[in-house]
């Protein structure tokens, strides 16, 4: 069992970061692969962004690569997702999940967290 909390969500500017956190309890935190996905209303969940285990290897979404960065910390059971530049589009509450295997499907992921409000303003 893994449960998840976000935290650092907000009202930000266009142009300007915010920092997500995904904070863990479980033991078998460390050999999950983390996710991080996002809905904005009317629309689908999507994937944003991913994290093995490890933290050795990442994957983003075409439309946030470059601007967020994802990377964790096991010994703190936590998992950060790094905003900047951020822009109008990336309104939407944000997710966490876990999973034991590095997927960007959404369906498949066993664990979620509550999510956590991101507004960007033009």
């Known amino acids: 069992q893994v449960q998840l909390v976000e935290s650092g969500g907000g009202l930000v500017q266009a142009g300007g970061s915010l920092r997500l956190s995904c904070a863990a309890s479980?033991?078998?935190?460390?050999?999950?692969?983390i996710g991080w996905f996002r809905q904005a209303p009317g629309k689908e969940r999507e994937f944003v962004a991913i994290i093995n285990w490890s933290g050795e290897t990442t994957y983003y979404a075409d439309s946030v690569k470059g601007r967020f960065t994802i990377s964790r910390d096991n010994a703190k059971n936590t998992v950060n997702l790094q905003m900047n530049s951020l822009r109008p589009d990336d309104t939407a509450v944000y997710y966490c999940a876990a999973r034991p295997t590095f997927t960007t499907a959404s369906r498949v992921y066993n664990y979620w967290g509550q999510g956590t409000q991101v507004t960007v303003s033009s």
């Open positions: 479980g033991r078998t935190f460390s050999t999950y692969a």
